[in-house]
């Protein structure tokens, strides 16, 4: 069967790939022969394209179960909570080519291995940090278009919105991927859901779109916004 | 008042209508105390600042308030590239800038991420020491809650095992009449004991007790299970942070094992510059010198012995299981200490094959091999005592 890669509907720089393995998600590769964490490279008309698995990322699941994410677009400066060892990272960092990618984390360990991917990708700014505490990095970020957070935590809207007020520009977009057990085990996770939903409209999160990724990732959701300062 | 601003290029102050007054570069190695002698003319009431690093700076000799949501510093953070060229005449252009930020933030966390592993080893060590003594003192305390809850309910404390279960039956309820097939159940108490204890509580061998004697169990009860839990929650915390020091380590010795090595040295570093000889016989040392002593056989494990894929081995092929995983484990600790990468999973899984492969390789004693046991040491010892 012919390999096909195309743009998958609206999203920039996301592409759906029709091949051997059926369809899956990819960016183009902007650091060309090289897999970050052992994805599969794909070339295609002279380009390569690596593949953004919607089972590794939830940034991929959220895509691929329909969510139009306008604000990651290839300018875009985005700032990236819970960031990890970078494996979503690295396929942001592929989108916004021309833009930046902020990733903070603050387990010591990821961080070493987000410090090396940083230093052959360009536009990724690591920063060691505790996202609770925004203060620590106000000197690195300056105004971004799209804040992500998934940082499993208890608190994690309320770590997310703090960000988003102190660095998100008017205008711009705010995605969060919330896990239901990290924040209660007791309740379910369509309460949770329901709850951490009303508390980001209270906060000020416009025109909210939801997606469930449970399919893909155990009791999680991603919710997108729009930020109007 | 005055507002101070923080970039990668440095500290700018701002007066309250956000004109920039003066501004003072991080790379200058002084930079702390020329901005707080450039502050004191001014004598400011009030420092506001939206940066920790400029708190840490100031505070000592200002009073600093941080506030992101202040309008002049936000504005100045989410458009920080045009502030500086418009009002600091900043010369550069859009990739220049964000050349300086990256440099800047890989820079500041280069230097945290070695901090961050650095100290937090001997925290370990503490930990595993603080566990140590916490499971002595619930040792002890759990064996006096045995003794004294017995005087009241002897048939139910022969009936269970762990100290730390009693505790909790008595916090429940302390007097043994108020026991009930229910509640005991939810214990993990088996049916067959749980029928056993209901059926003595009325007619119980035991004292009757008081109130207030039963209450100065219940204190009792209480400190033991604390003990517990205070135990519990240090090995849960242990582990977690020997993953973000010593990964490597961590899955190549399990995070209990490798913390009791950290603790057995001091520190990481200490430990990844050991001989893998030396590492084998860590926690064994009192074996050590005895067999020096008495010319008896050297140990050949020590705190490594607690590794499954050691301990388990039959005792003619635990010491070339301890020497193998000795030498992974100063590898392991080594590259946790530079930084290298995470080859732990491997080797855990590689030293599991070497242990499978022994066993099928030499599944009996060789024949010259004894099992070492007390009555040979003792034989050594008298030799020597008559000479
Ligand atoms: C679920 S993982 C993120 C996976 C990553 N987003 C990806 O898709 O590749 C969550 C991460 O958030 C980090 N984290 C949790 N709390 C944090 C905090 N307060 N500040 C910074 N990072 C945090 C954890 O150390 C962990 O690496």
């Known amino acids: 069967m012919e390999i096909d890669v195309r743009q998958f509907k609206k999203q920039k720089g996301v592409y759906s790939v029709k091949g051997i393995m059926g369809v899956s998600l990819a960016t183009e590769n902007r650091l060309p022969g090289f897999s970050v964490y052992g994805e599969r490279l794909i070339d295609f008309k002279g380009k390569e394209y690596r593949e953004f698995s919607h089972k590794r990322s939830k940034i991929a699941s959220s895509i691929l179960m329909g969510l139009n994410i306008d604000a990651l677009k290839p300018d875009s400066k985005v700032l990236y909570l819970g960031a990890s060892t970078g494996t979503t990272v690295s396929h942001v960092s592929d989108i916004v080519h021309l833009g930046l990618i902020y990733a903070v984390e603050f387990a010591p360990r990821p961080m070493r291995d987000l410090l090396e991917l940083a230093s052959l990708r360009t536009n990724i700014v690591p920063i060691h940090a505790d996202a609770r505490h925004p203060e620590l990095y106000s000197d690195v970020v300056d105004g971004v278009d799209f804040v992500y957070a998934d940082v499993a935590q208890p608190n994690q809207s309320e770590i997310f919105m703090e960000n988003v007020k102190a660095f998100l520009r008017p205008n711009g977009g705010a995605m969060i991927s919330i896990k239901a057990r990290s924040i209660s085990q007791a309740k379910a996770p369509e309460q949770v859901f329901k709850e951490e939903e009303k508390y980001l409209e209270q906060k000020g999160l416009k025109d909210l779109k939801k997606v469930n990724i449970s399919k893909y990732h155990k009791d999680h959701m991603s919710i997108y916004g729009t930020w109007f300062g | ?387």
Do not use: C
């Open chain 2, 1 to 387: 008042m005055v507002l101070v601003s923080a970039n990668p290029y440095g500290a700018f102050v701002l007066d309250i209508r956000g004109n920039l007054l003066f501004s003072i570069s991080f790379d200058e190695p002084n930079y702390k105390s020329q901005l707080i002698d450039s502050l004191h003319p001014m004598s400011p009431e009030k420092v506001i600042t939206d940066s920790q690093r400029i708190v840490d700076a100031l505070a000592d000799h200002f009073k600093v308030d941080l506030d992101l949501g202040n309008e002049i510093l936000k504005s100045w953070r989410l458009s920080r590239l045009s502030h500086l060229k418009n009002e600091y005449h900043l010369q550069i252009d859009e990739t220049d800038y964000k050349q300086k930020v990256r440099d800047y933030a890989i820079a500041l966390s280069r230097i945290s991420v070695r901090q961050h592993a650095e100290g937090r080893d001997t925290l370990i060590a503490q930990a595993i020491h603080a566990i140590d003594e916490l499971q002595k003192s619930f040792t002890l305390l759990g064996g006096r809650l045995y003794e004294i809850y017995a005087l009241h309910f002897p048939e139910l404390t022969s009936r269970i095992q762990n100290p730390a279960t009693l505790a909790r039956i008595i916090l429940k309820h302390s007097n043994r009449e108020s026991f009930s097939a229910e509640t005991l159940s939810t214990f993990g108490i088996s049916a067959e004991y749980v029928q056993y204890i209901v059926q003595h509580k009325d007619e119980s061998l035991g004292a009757n007790f008081s109130v207030s004697d039963l209450a100065i169990i219940e204190a009792l009860a209480k400190s033991v299970y604390d003990l517990y839990q205070n135990k519990m929650q240090l090995e849960k915390w242990i582990e977690t942070v020997m993953n973000e020091v010593a990964p490597n380590l961590t899955a190549v010795a399990g995070a209990n094992v490798g913390a009791r090595l950290i603790a057995h040295v001091g520190n990481l570093k200490s430990l990844a510059f050991l001989s893998s000889g030396k590492v084998q016989t860590l926690g064994a040392e009192k074996a050590l010198y005895k067999a020096l002593r008495f010319k008896g056989k050297t140990p050949k494990h020590g705190i490594i012995f607690q590794i499954p894929e050691v301990g388990t081995m039959p005792f003619w092929l635990r010491g070339k299981m301890a020497r193998a995983f000795a030498s992974k484990i100063v590898i392991a600790a080594r590259l946790d200490v530079y930084g290298g990468s995470y080859l732990g999973p491997e080797m855990r899984e590689k030293l599991k094959e070497k242990a499978n492969l022994l066993r099928k390789q030499f599944p009996n004693p060789p024949k010259e091999a004894s099992k070492p046991n007390k009555q040979s040491s003792k034989k050594n010892r008298s030799k020597r005592r008559k000479k």
